[in-house]
């Protein structure tokens, strides 16, 4: 029998979010039954309710980054057992046989991976929804293990906003003496400055304006600049090996392609509605790359999980009943975020609303 659960969620673009109740499925031979404890609210969760990406499918409950416990086992499955505190991120299924998942880079499966929310699930002609909700069913391969010694709600971010950051780092070569410039002091900005510099990296914060400076040298910064300021981006000259940018809204790109030493690297993890238009000129004059990055694979992400356990890296976080996700929305959209909001999905479990 499937089971009836309490969510948050929208049916229209415009609409705000309001409790509303789903169904998830009977746990399958190798699925894990959660009790979501914790769920943060990423940007992309605002993008995809307001449908900026144009592909939203209503009505939608989004969320993914999730945390809770094991509650339930399907028949097989045998990685978890009931009380573990798991995770859920980005990625629910996918073929498992194509080149991109048997390397570990499940969100480019050849047939389309499942994705938490609003994603056609296979073999079935319903939509997933996603961690705004007490609790749901994951297949075991895509469910993470958390590590030890973590706070389950700060955790919570490292499951989209953690592994978007951790693998543009990795690939990119953030390392000691390298010199990092974060972009957008959010959700993604914030465990990217905490994670390049638990790297060894010289971190640069670039944000609109003086008013996350203090944080920022909490976090691990260096050095900040606000790019409200007259010539900013130019004063000091070229002078980063790595910019990772993680602005959600229209912004000049190739301001910052021209901060890039030569042979440096632009890597976009924010994905603005509108495009990003990039000079060839700047690029071609300093050997420059523009590159993307797009969340990370199961295996990288329960690396990056194992090394935030090692590393103590979580993230700061405002923690909210779900009754509060449509104000932590207005101020997620003018940038008002310190630096992650949280839903504790015990505000609808209490009261049944
Ligand atoms: P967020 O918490 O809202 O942070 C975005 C930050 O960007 C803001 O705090 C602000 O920082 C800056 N910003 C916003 N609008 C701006 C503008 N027009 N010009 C300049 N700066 C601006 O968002 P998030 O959750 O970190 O997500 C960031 C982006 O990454 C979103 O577009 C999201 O969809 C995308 N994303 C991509 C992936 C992926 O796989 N590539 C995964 C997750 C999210 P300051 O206050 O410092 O200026
Ligand atoms: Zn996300
Ligand atoms: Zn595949």
């Not at 994603?119 to 069913?137: A, C, H, I, N, P």
């Not at 906003?161 to 780092?169: A, R, V």
């Not at 959600?248 to 890039?260: C, E, F, M, N, W």
Request: hydrophobic share 35%; glycine share 12%; aromatic share 6%.
């Amino acid at each position: 029998m499937p089971k009836q659960v309490a969510a948050y969620g929208t049916r229209a673009p415009n609409a705000p979010l309001e409790s509303m109740t789903i169904e998830r499925r009977d746990p399958t031979p190798h699925d894990v039954g959660i009790d979501i404890l914790y769920c943060g609210i990423c940007h992309s969760d605002l993008h995809k309710v307001r449908n900026d990406w144009g592909s939203t499918h209503y009505p939608i409950v989004p969320g993914h980054e999730i945390v809770g416990r094991v509650a339930a086992l399907g028949s097989e499955a045998s990685r978890y057992q009931k009380g573990d505190l798991v995770g859920v991120g980005c990625l629910v299924d996918s073929c498992r046989v194509c080149p991109a998942c048997k390397a570990g880079r499940e969100m480019f499966c050849e047939q389309g991976a499942t994705i938490s929310f609003d994603s056609l699930e296979k073999g079935r002609d319903s939509w997933t929804y996603g961690g705004y909700s007490t609790s749901m069913v994951v297949d075991e391969r895509y469910v993470l293990r958390m590590p030890k010694g973590l706070d389950p709600a700060k955790a919570a971010p490292l499951l989209c906003g953690g592994i978007t950051t951790y693998s543009p780092l990795r690939q990119f070569g953030c390392g000691p003496g390298v010199s990092v410039a974060v972009v957008g002091l959010g959700g993604l900005g914030h465990l990217a400055v905490k994670l390049a510099a638990s790297m060894g990296a010289e971190v640069t914060v670039i944000s609109t304006s003086r008013a996350k400076e203090r944080d920022a040298a909490r976090m691990g910064a260096r050095h900040f600049i606000a790019t409200g300021e007259h010539g900013a981006l130019t004063t000091d000259g070229a002078r980063f090996d790595l910019i990772l940018d993680t602005v959600s809204g229209p912004h000049d790109v190739d301001a910052l392609v021209g901060a890039l030493r030569n042979f440096g690297t632009l890597a976009l993890v924010g994905l603005p509605g509108q495009g990003a238009p990039v000079d060839a000129t700047e690029l071609v004059h300093g050997n420059k790359r523009v590159a993307g990055s797009n969340i990370g694979g199961i295996p990288e992400t329960q690396e990056m999980l194992d090394y935030c356990g090692e590393r103590r890296v979580v993230a700061d976080i405002e923690t909210i009943p779900a009754s509060q996700i449509n104000e932590a929305y207005k101020r997620m959209d003018r940038g008002d975020v310190r630096y992650r909001f949280v839903i504790d999905l015990a505000s609808i479990r209490d009261d049944g609303t």
